[in-house]
């Protein structure tokens, strides 16, 4: 709703920026309408069956009026969108992915393959059927030491 009201006041500054005495703050406005946007982080509008697009260049007020003041264009808000989707998707994957400076490991011990093939066979597929000459089998059977804790 929010995104919808900006741009009909940023229609309505275009309208009347042809006035001398009219102060243009629609540069204001568009740098609102895109911090709108970033924090809203999902652009959520509801056009029903319409072909519309969220950034759909904003027109005119009326014929009588056709330079509308500055606007925000298509293309810039598909820009700012991405920048943002992108943005979200590196600040995900930074809390997932945080690395150590120090190099963590673990001791385990190998685990006969007579004693770690009845175990894996639920994990057996078309792909992988089951342990080969080349691998070996390891780990702690009570848990808690893999490739990712210690």
Not at 4 to 31: M, W
Not at 50 to 55: A, V
Not at 78 to 92: A, L, P
Not at 111 to 133: A, D, F, S
């Amino acid at each position: 709703m929010l995104i919808i009201v900006l741009l009909v006041l940023s229609c309505f500054i275009g309208a009347y920026s042809q006035d001398p005495s009219f102060q243009d703050t629609s540069e204001i406005l568009e740098k609102f309408l895109l911090e709108a946007i970033k924090n809203n982080k999902t652009i959520d509008i509801d056009f029903g069956d319409s072909d519309e697009k969220p950034c759909i260049p904003l027109e005119a007020v009326s014929e009588s009026t056709p330079v509308a003041g500055r606007r925000i264009s298509e293309q810039k808000c598909y820009e700012y969108i991405e920048q943002m989707k992108n943005r979200e998707k590196e600040e995900k994957w930074a809390e997932r992915c945080h690395q150590s400076e120090v190099l963590r490991t673990a001791t385990i011990p190998v685990i006969e393959t007579k004693q770690c093939e009845p175990l894996l066979v639920q994990h057996r597929n078309r792909n992988w059927k089951g342990l080969t000459y080349h691998q070996i089998c390891a780990g702690n059977l009570t848990g808690g030491v893999d490739t990712c804790q210690v």
